[in-house]
């Protein structure tokens, strides 16, 4: 037979020494909930953007309050704040070089921009011309707002419109003189 095992020996834990109010002093944590902890969060938290950046007033206007409840030191929000800055910066970039990258193809495609690039700045006007007839001013800001007008299947798009309306000479934004003539008399001048 096995010999029972013994129970542990009594662990002899001192009695903590009391304060004047009768309750433990020293060393002694408080049960959770009692305990209103020093906040790390700044009465109000300051940021500097990175060189050539500007804070969105919105954004930090989201970021602020997380950034509080979180219990976050002015040290800890302005290391997230800065990488956010970083991934903005590098998406930024990227736009800017698919921008920059349509641009270049526009000017090197044959149709766009000729041989050499030489027809460029025409067809360029050209699209111009068929997006100031035929555009909203809605569909302007979006262009330029948004740089799809850099695209170059775009200005292909408009380059082909502004020869269609050079070389037909066709009214394609209404009848300027006022008068508005039947479909068979516009196909067929001499029916009576």
Not at 132 to 143: H, N, P, S, V
């Amino acid at each position: 037979p096995v010999p029972p095992i013994p129970p542990p020996a009594p662990v002899n834990h001192p009695a903590p020494e009391m304060g004047p109010d009768g309750k433990p002093k020293g060393d002694v944590q408080t049960p959770p909930g009692d305990a209103k902890p020093t906040p790390n969060a700044p009465a109000k938290y300051e940021f500097t953007p990175p060189e050539g950046m500007q804070f969105d007033q919105a954004s930090m206007d989201l970021f602020e309050p997380v950034a509080r409840e979180l219990d976050l030191t002015q040290e800890q929000a302005s290391k997230l704040v800065s990488v956010v800055a970083e991934i903005e910066k590098a998406k930024n970039k990227g736009v800017q070089d698919l921008l920059a990258g349509w641009t270049e193809t526009a000017q090197k495609d044959p149709e766009i921009g000729g041989v050499g690039g030489k027809d460029f700045a025409t067809n360029i006007a050209l699209a111009d011309k068929a997006i100031t007839k035929f555009g909203t001013e809605a569909l302007k800001a979006d262009l330029a707002k948004y740089g799809m007008g850099s695209n170059p299947e775009f200005i292909r798009f408009a380059v082909r419109l502004g020869k269609a309306m050079s070389e037909d000479n066709t009214n394609l934004g209404g009848n300027p003189s006022g008068t508005n003539p039947d479909l068979a008399h516009q196909m067929y001048p001499g029916l009576k």
